[in-house]
C-alpha cells in the first residue's frame, strides 16, 4: 500500500515563502501524477497544482506564477511545492494526491495533510 508523507508545513508572514515536501513510498510501481490540493476551513478541498511523471505540470489560477511544483529524485516519487509571496488566503491544510498504479489499475491516494498559516 504506498504512503505519501508530507512535510515543510508551518506558520508564515504574508509576503514569505513556504517549501512543502511529499514522499511515497510502498510501492514499486508507476506514479503517473503527484500533485498538491488544500482545503480551508468551511471551504471544499480544491486544487493547487499538479505534475505527472512526463513532465505536465497545471495549478489553479490563484497560485500561478507564486508557486512552483516539481518532481524530484531518480523514480520521481517526491513531489515538491515551492510556495512564494504567501498570503492569507493561501492559509489551509494542504494534502499530497497522487495517481499510482497498483499492478491492476490506477488509483488514488491521500497525505495526512500538512498546515499551512499566513498571518502577521
Known amino acids: 500500500q504506498p504512503q505519501l508523507v508530507e512535510s515543510g508545513g508551518g506558520l508564515v508572514q504574508p509576503g514569505e515563502s513556504l517549501r512543502l515536501s511529499c514522499v511515497v513510498s510502498?510501492?514499486?510501481?508507476?506514479?503517473?501524477?503527484l500533485g498538491w490540493y488544500r482545503q480551508a476551513p468551511e471551504k471544499e478541498r480544491e486544487l493547487v497544482a499538479t505534475a505527472t511523471s512526463d513532465g505536465i505540470t497545471n495549478y489553479a489560477d490563484s497560485v500561478k506564477g507564486r508557486f512552483t511544483i516539481s518532481r524530484e529524485n531518480p523514480n520521481q516519487n517526491t513531489v515538491v511545492l515551492q510556495m512564494n509571496s504567501l498570503t492569507p488566503e493561501d492559509t489551509a491544510v494542504y494534502y499530497c494526491?497522487?495517481?499510482?498504479?497498483?499492478?491492476?489499475?490506477?488509483?488514488?491516494?491521500w497525505g495526512q495533510g500538512t498546515q499551512v498559516t499566513v498571518s502577521s
Open positions: 494526491h497522487g495517481v499510482i498504479w497498483t499492478g491492476t489499475s490506477w488509483s488514488d491516494y
Open positions: 510502498g510501492t514499486r510501481f508507476s506514479i503517473h501524477t
